[in-house]
């Protein structure tokens, strides 16, 4: 279309340049006459108006054609004044002029052009140089953020797998302790309650510290051939009862020709209860849990979204960092497994999310 509109305007350009030559010799011959004085003179001279223009606006070429076109035009005058010699000569030198102004001006016009170019390639060159840089300067600060993530989680790791250890041994004491006191107490007795308490919360602080212990020595994963879809399909049968009682309804979008892929089905499927279980519990009030496959660009793409209370801007930058939550009584370790998790099958993970309207993960994993 651009090119389109250049051409028109080209086209604009040559209708003006034959407008001004005709109008430039019906006023020379017409109205200044045919014989010689001042203003036939003068007349003659504004043939150089169209000559510039036509070197300024087509270079080199315009500036021989419009020269010579106006030498042609004003040709006769070689012949209405033959009997006088030196008007004979000034005519010939006025040609001569013509022809001298149109290739010499046509010829500045054409380097003039071809300098800008030169600093337009040049400009553009500039701007794809500074793209690349700052791309890579980009890249060279994620690779560096990632470098001091894996340090502090991997410190964090060796830390929380000494303390888990040393609190897991005492815990098994304690549980093993209530459950023989358990066994003194019938169900109606009064100090029979704080037992179940106690045995209870044991079973919690267990189950936190097997959490920490799964993010401190993750397992390498094991691919395997497996369906994506029936992943997705067992973790949404684990968490129906939850949904249920959320008051929360699923809708779901599976495309069956995944197929059977190399992941670890049992890593995979940890990844996405932990995804599915966190949209959940964003929606206490009832809601919409959508879940949905596909193949993309050739990726799995398995997206989960929530219609929940959604996720600021300043908690979306800590969301996969370890022991980070906004929800009472969580670890803040759910979301950091499931990263490592996507990470060990070359994968990402994708947040989208507006507070108040909800928030969706899409997790991404290469064929």
């Known amino acids: 279309m651009a090119h389109s509109r250049f051409l028109r ?7 003006v340049l034959g407008v001004l030559l005709t109008f430039i010799t019906l006023v020379h011959y017409f109205l200044g006459g045919t014989q010689a004085g001042v203003l036939h003179g003068l007349l003659g001279h504004l043939y150089i108006v169209p000559i510039i223009l036509g070197a300024f606006w087509y270079g080199i070429k315009g500036g021989v054609v419009v020269s010579t076109s106006a030498s042609f035009l004003f040709s006769p005058h070689l012949f209405l004044h033959w009997a006088d010699p030196f008007l004979d000569i000034f005519n010939f030198v006025e040609i001569f ?3 001298l102004i149109g290739g010499v001006t046509g010829v500045l016009s054409q380097m003039e052009r071809s300098q800008r170019m030169r600093y337009e390639h040049a400009l553009i060159r500039l701007d794809e140089s500074h793209r690349k ?30 303390i888990a250890h040393e609190i ?23 100090k029979y309650e704080f037992i179940e308490i106690l045995l209870k919360e044991t079973e919690r602080l267990n189950a936190i510290v097997q959490e920490v212990l ?18 997705v399909e067992s973790v949404l049968v684990l968490t129906a009862h939850a949904a249920r009682k959320a008051g929360v309804s699923v ?7 995944i197929g059977l892929r190399s992941i670890d089905a049992d890593l995979v499927k940890q990844a996405f209860l932990n995804l599915v279980l966190n949209a959940v519990q964003a929606m206490p009030g009832g809601g919409v849990l959508a879940v949905a496959s596909a193949l993309q660009q050739g990726e799995i793409a398995v997206k989960i979204s929530d219609t929940g209370q959604g996720i600021s801007d300043e908690d979306r930058k800590r969301l996969f960092s370890p022991f980070f939550t906004t929800r009472e009584g969580g670890t803040g370790l759910g979301l950091a497994i499931t ?29």
């Open 339 to 367: 990263h490592r998790i996507i990470e060990s099958h070359r994968g990402r993970i994708e947040v989208e999310s507006t507070p108040g309207k909800g928030t969706t993960f899409i997790v991404r994993i290469p064929i």
């Open 97 to 99: 002029l013509f022809l």
């Open 133 to 162: 840089l700052k791309d890579q300067t980009d890249i060279l600060f994620q690779a560096e953020e990632q470098l001091r993530r894996s340090e502090r989680l991997s410190a964090l790791g060796e830390l929380s797998a000494s």
């Open 251 to 257: 809708e779901k979008r599976l495309d069956r020709s």
């Open 168 to 190: 897991r041994n005492p815990l098994g004491s304690i549980r093993g302790a209530a459950e023989i006191l358990k066994d003194d107490y019938p169900p109606d007795a009064a």
């Open 214 to 231: 799964g993010f401190a020595r993750p397992r390498k994963p094991e691919f395997r051939p497996a369906d994506v879809n029936e992943v």
């Open 9 to 15: 305007f080209k086209g604009v350009r040559g209708y």
